[in-house]
């Protein structure tokens, strides 16, 4: 069987993608699959590192106005539709899946005009500009959160699966990776990560916030996206990281990170939210503010509402917000285990069992 995955840009859109083709390789012997993204996309590290080839294609997504830089876009459209077609006749594939990103918008589109099943998958309540008109092509849609069925007019193509989550961080173990990362036991760990970018509002809001993590020796990993690492690390001066205290710029091995930790301060992107539910973290979430019809704020909310984290909107976070969150759920061991058990109702680890028995029935 061979298996064409699109879905790009950030992290949000590639790591589904990977989740799924995990699947599919464990279930289906002589499985053929190949991806395709853009150069400039995340995807163009992320998908080679996790062992599957990456086509690339020309396309780019398009502003709200109508501008010069929107024409050379359409330009680059027709690249895209003509690079995706070659893709498509050349691979045969049996089965396309798109997982959003505009890059998937011509890979999709040509395979569903050539007959070919196709199934995108929606991570968010509400659904992106790619998906939103590929669901009108596609043989399947999946969504991660009811609110989005309303947004596709075929309902009969429509199926609530969830957000998948990777296998590694689906099997990973809390004693395994902490004694991976060198963190005893009785040592508390906080993951701070704002989403596969970073963000650069909640690195400025923990500079202080880790000078007193060194000072009262909490373990911790800080994330703060690849473009802010050097501005971060200049902007925090001379520290003296001790054990599994770490900042770096990018995690590649977030299972380990993510089991590890007690405590995870992050953005409400969806994905992220799945993993740390699937792995039962109590959080402090901060919504980044200018994601479509504010959908991150929405996330937030949602997680906050049955007792698994704190949001702090943006507007409202700096160092005292933040440090004061994180102390209220650090230092109290009853309300991290309460957070901790709600946090994990939520999860969803069959959301990939689900999406496979989908994308088998409909083969
Ligand atoms: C600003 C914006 O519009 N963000 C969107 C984007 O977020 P973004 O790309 O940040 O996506 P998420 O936060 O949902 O997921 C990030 C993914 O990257 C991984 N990761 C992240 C950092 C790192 O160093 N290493 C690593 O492996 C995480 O484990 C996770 O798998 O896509 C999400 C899913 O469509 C949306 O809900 C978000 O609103």
Excluded: W
């Amino acid at each position: 069987m061979r298996v064409l995955i699109s879905g790009g840009g950030t992290g949000g859109h590639i790591y589904p993608a990977i989740a799924i083709a995990n699947k599919l390789e464990e279930e289906i012997k002589d499985i053929e699959i190949l991806f395709v993204g853009t150069e400039k996309g995340l995807e163009s590290k992320v998908v080679p590192s996790a062992g599957y080839e990456l086509k690339t294609i020309t396309v780019e997504g398009f502003r709200r106005k109508i501008t010069f830089d929107n024409v050379k876009r359409v330009l680059k459209l027709f690249k895209g539709l003509e690079d995706a077609r070659k893709i498509v006749k050349q691979f045969k594939p049996d089965l396309v899946i798109g997982t959003g990103g505009y890059v998937c918008g011509p890979v999709v589109f040509n395979a569903a005009m050539r007959g070919i099943p196709t199934v995108i998958h929606e991570q968010n309540a509400f659904p992106g500009i790619t998906n939103k008109i590929l669901g009108k092509f596609v043989s399947k849609i999946l969504i991660s959160f009811e609110d989005a069925r309303k947004y596709f007019n075929n309902e009969s193509k429509v199926v609530f699966t969830g957000n998948p989550v990777r296998k590694e961080i689906l099997n990973s173990n809390k004693a395994n990776a902490r004694k991976k990362l060198g963190i005893p036991e009785d040592k508390k760990m906080v993951l701070c990560v704002g989403g596969s970018g970073g963000s650069e509002k909640l690195n400025r809001s923990m500079i202080p916030i880790i000078r007193d993590f060194v000072k009262d020796d909490i373990q911790f990993i800080h994330v703060t996206g690849r473009y802010h690492y050097e501005d971060f690390m200049k902007s925090l001066g001379e520290v003296n990281l001790r054990g599994c205290q770490k900042i770096v710029d990018y995690l590649d091995d977030m299972a380990t990170a993510l089991s590890a930790s007690d405590l995870v301060i992050c953005s409400a992107g969806a994905i992220t939210l799945a993993e740390i539910t699937v792995l039962g973290k109590p959080s402090i979430i901060i919504p980044k503010a200018y994601t479509a019809e504010n959908h991150q704020e929405y996330n937030a909310k949602s997680l906050e509402s049955k007792g698994a984290a704190i949001a702090i909107l943006e507007k409202d976070l700096n160092s005292g917000s933040l440090s004061n969150a994180i102390s209220k759920v650090l230092g109290d061991r009853k309300k991290l285990k309460e957070m901790e058990s709600n946090s994990r109702e939520i999860g969803m680890p069959q959301s990939i069992d689900i999406i496979y028995k989908e994308i088998i029935d409909m083969l």
